[in-house]
C-alpha cells in the first residue's frame, strides 16, 4: 500500500519562506512526475508545479520565479521551497505522484 505524507505547513508573514515536502512509502514504480497542488477557499485544486524523473520542472504562471521544487528519488521525497510568499498564497497544499497517490495535504496561511 502506498502512502504519501506531506509537511512543513504552517503560518508565515507576507515575504516569508517555507519549504514543503512529501515523503511516500510503499511500492512505486515508473513514477515520471511528482507534483504539488493547492486549494484555496472557494476555488478550484490547481496545479502549482512538477517535476519528471530527469529534473524537467514546470511552475504556475503564479508562482513562478518564487517556489521551486524538487525531488531525492532515494528518498522517495518531493520538496517544494517558497520564497516571497503572499496572502494569496494561502491554500491547503497538496502532494501527488504520478498523477495516482494523494497525501492529504498541509495548511499554508500567509498573513501578518
Known sequence: QVQVVESGGGLVQPGGS???SCAASGSLFSIN???W???APGK????????????TTRYADSVK?????SRDNAKKTVYL????LKPEDTAVYY?????????????VTVSS
Request: hydrophobic letters at 35%; glycine letters at 14%.
Open 44 to 55: 478550484e485544486r490547481e496545479l502549482v508545479a512538477d517535476i519528471t524523473s530527469g529534473g
Open 81 to 84: 521551497q517558497m520564497n516571497s
Open 18 to 20: 517555507l519549504r514543503l
Open 33 to 35: 512526475v511528482m507534483s
Open 95 to 107: 502532494c501527488n505522484y504520478g498523477f495516482a497517490y494523494w497525501g492529504k495535504g498541509t495548511l
Open 65 to 69: 520565479g518564487r517556489f521551486t521544487i
Open 37 to 39: 497542488y493547492r486549494q
